[in-house]
């Protein structure tokens, strides 16, 4: 049927050319292949992770957390091809190549193998971390703050050292960290060379408005934070992780760290596609492929009723809406499906149910092609809510067999 124009939804502005160099710039930091893949069971082979890394790079993403090498020699090799073939690859409108980003813990072992794979792209980066709550450095870590400190310190330098350009570092376990620790460790860092400081929400303990906090009172009070970039990474144990990340944004944070679908230890990280909807960053050129490559070969399945890319996030059921969108589709989307490269069954994602109304289910005979008078629609209609209340979804084939009975049929 013919719509109106439709309001203006949910567009974002254009991509910044060369916008990684920009330091205002809103950064897309994936770690679908290092976070993501920590998701119990969710491995993938070398060769599925170069397929998703070329996929994360045609979507625009700046920053390709492809790994962590010290983990295993498959993973090393994983991340180094991705770097020689990813890393090189310029691509999009403005021809940028995406860094790419290997994580170490704070020792020269597990650095050198991060180098030794993140070396070969053009913009190559390690992320290094270490534990600064309370909790982690006296039961996991069994070090003073003072140690603790010190190794980040040598870690950062060393890594500097090798002729890595841009090194990452974390505080891990941030969200549960004492302020006045963390402003001290991150000024050190920053002296040591650490170009990005990531602030990890790692148990996903905060609530936005105190994660929000959290990355204000660092930008105010870490000495040298001017010349460091502040990145956010939250998990998602209290279902927070994509509030938490859009709080630390607001709050002054330029790289976000993401996943795609959301996968990540436990309850998951904040999902790509739900933060990139909410901030300045255009995914036309997602396609559905994406989400379903990640679900099928990290084995995570997306609930139905996942934000952006769950099976109904654009489907309508009940008469009321299915009414609404088929006279104007602004009235229950606040994106168009199209905006971020998904498919769906049908222009207006009308799943016909026990709910549908008579306007959804006229529409379904036209669109099959049945013209029926009004009496005889009636009398349709009575007959399909009989089917509908026994049935989860009615098919076009259940329309097709309410039709053929005799009733219809001249
Ligand atoms: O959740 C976490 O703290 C991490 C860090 C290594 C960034 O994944």
Redesign the pocket.
């Known amino acids: 049927s013919q719509q109106p124009p439709q309001p203006q939804q949910r567009r974002r502005p254009e991509y910044v050319p060369n916008r990684i160099d920009d330091p205002n710039y809103v950064r897309i930091f994936d ?1 679908t292949l ?2 993501g893949e ?1 998701s119990p069971g969710a491995t993938m082979t070398s060769a599925e992770k170069l397929v998703v890394a070329r996929q994360l790079a045609r979507l625009g993403v700046d920053i390709i957390e492809a790994g962590f090498p010290a983990s295993s020699p498959d993973d090393l090799d994983a991340v180094r091809s991705i770097a020689i073939e990813v890393g090189n690859t310029p691509v999009g409108d403005d021809g940028h190549v995406p860094v790419i980003c290997g ?1 170490s813990r704070c020792n020269k072992k597990d650095i050198d193998a991060a180098w030794e794979a993140v070396r070969h792209a053009r913009r190559p980066r390690i ?1 290094t ?1 270490i534990a600064t709550s309370e909790i982690h450095m006296q039961h996991k870590l069994r070090k003073t703050p003072e140690q603790v400190v010190a190794i980040a310190r040598e870690m950062v330098a060393y890594a500097r050292s090798l002729g890595c350009p841009d090194v990452e570092f ?1 505080p ?3 969200g549960r960290s004492n302020r006045e620790f963390l402003y001290h460790i991150l000024e050190e860092v920053i002296k040591a060379g650490a170009t990005t400081l ?1 602030i ?4 996903g303990y905060n609530l936005p408005y105190e994660f929000g906090k959290l990355i204000a009172d660092i930008k105010a009070n870490t000495p040298g934070i001017e010349n460091a970039i502040i990145s956010t ?1 939250c ?1 998602n144990d209290l279902g927070l992780a994509t509030a938490n990340t859009l709080a630390g944004a607001r709050a002054g944070a330029r790289q976000l ?1 993401v996943t795609i679908n959301g996968i ?2 436990r309850a998951g990280n904040a999902s790509l596609e739900e933060v990139s909807s909410c901030t300045s960053h255009t995914m036309t050129y997602l396609t559905d492929r994406e989400y379903e490559f990640v679900q099928e070969h990290s084995g995570l399945i997306v609930q139905p009723h996942k934000a952006i890319v769950g099976a109904n996030a654009f489907a309508h059921e009940s008469g009321i809406h299915q009414d609404g969108m088929l006279k104007y589709k602004g009235t229950y989307e606040i994106i168009s499906p199209d905006d971020i490269g998904l498919t769906r069954a049908n222009e207006f994602g009308i799943v016909l149910g026990k709910l549908s109304g008579r306007h959804a289910v006229r529409s379904k005979l036209v669109e099959l092609g049945y013209e029926i008078n009004d009496k005889e629609f009636e009398d349709f209609f009575k007959r399909y809510k009989e089917v509908a209340e026994k049935k989860k979804r009615v098919t076009d084939e259940d329309i097709e067999a309410l039709l053929s009975d005799e009733i219809f049929q001249p």
């Open positions: 770690t290092r976070d920590q994580l992320h971390f974390s891990e376990d941030a990531n990890p929400d790692t148990v990474h998990q760290e990540g230890e």
